[in-house]
């Protein structure tokens, strides 16, 4: 099975501007989790879909957002670019999203925003 | 909120010997606790994980306790080798309705020097 994938890789912005990441998950999951990674705050968690549902959404403000389509893959914007949404953005699949399921990471996408 | 505390932030061993990297929540109704290890500019990968009804779980050269009196669960890598060298993250879910969340330590970096 193919595993998580994420478009695009890298990516570079400007201030004020928008950004729209795209994860795939691995093919039968249903339950998608998106989560940002930084040096000086580790790994944190934005939000998770599952069947087309957000079912959770971590302490973030509403420049950040979300969804899911019907294939399970989701998508995460982020309008009004700080420079301190720099970060590796990561997303992770599981099978039914259980609180106990196994998530599998994707390869996460890069944003620098200057 | 939940809280995830994982020490020591940098642990440095000799190849061969063993590493011990511990973790402590605070969410007395997490069940899941799985373990990642992140190699530079890689995703980071599930290498072992334990659901609150077992004590231990152990996997070749890599083992995971669990105390839930204490809330606290430890990550044993023996004989260690260079390529164990990554970053080590620790999680634990946020138990309680249909959501799929992980809370994150702040990760552990690991060097093993031949």
């Known amino acids: 099975k193919a595993g998580v994938t994420q478009t695009p890789r890298y990516l570079i912005k400007t201030r004020g501007q928008q950004v729209t990441l795209s994860c795939s998950p691995i093919?039968?999951?249903?339950?998608v989790s998106w989560y940002q990674q930084t040096p000086g705050q580790g790994l944190q968690f934005l939000f998770e879909?599952?069947?087309?549902?957000?079912?959770n959404k971590g302490n973030f403000p509403g420049r950040f957002s979300g969804r899911q389509f019907s294939n399970s893959r989701s998508e995460m914007n982020v309008s009004t670019l700080e420079l301190g949404d720099s970060a590796l953005y990561l997303c992770?699949?599981?099978?039914?999203?259980?609180?106990?399921?196994?998530?599998?990471f994707g390869p996460g996408t890069r944003l620098t925003v200057l | 909120g939940e809280n995830v505390e994982q020490h020591p932030s940098t642990l440095s061993v000799q190849e061969g010997d063993s590493a011990v990297i511990k973790c402590t929540y605070s969410?007395?109704?997490?069940?899941?606790f799985p373990w990642y290890k992140q190699e530079l500019g890689k995703r980071p990968q599930l290498i072992i994980d334990?659901?609150?009804?077992?004590g231990e779980k152990k996997d070749q050269r890599i083992a995971v306790t669990l105390n839930k009196t204490a809330k606290h669960f430890s990550l044993h890598i023996t004989e260690t080798q260079p390529e164990d060298s990554a970053v080590y993250f620790c999680?634990?879910?946020?138990?309680?309705?249909?959501?799929?969340?992980?809370?994150f330590g702040t990760g552990t970096l690991l060097a093993v020097q031949p």
């Open positions: 992770a699949s599981s099978f039914s999203g259980g609180t106990t399921d196994t998530q599998y």
């Open positions: 093919s039968g999951h249903r339950s």
């Open positions: 879909y599952f069947s087309e549902t957000q079912r």
């Open positions: 969410d007395s109704a997490s069940n899941y």
């Open positions: 334990i659901r609150s009804n077992v």
């Open positions: 999680a634990a879910n946020q138990y309680g309705g249909a959501t799929n969340k992980l809370i």
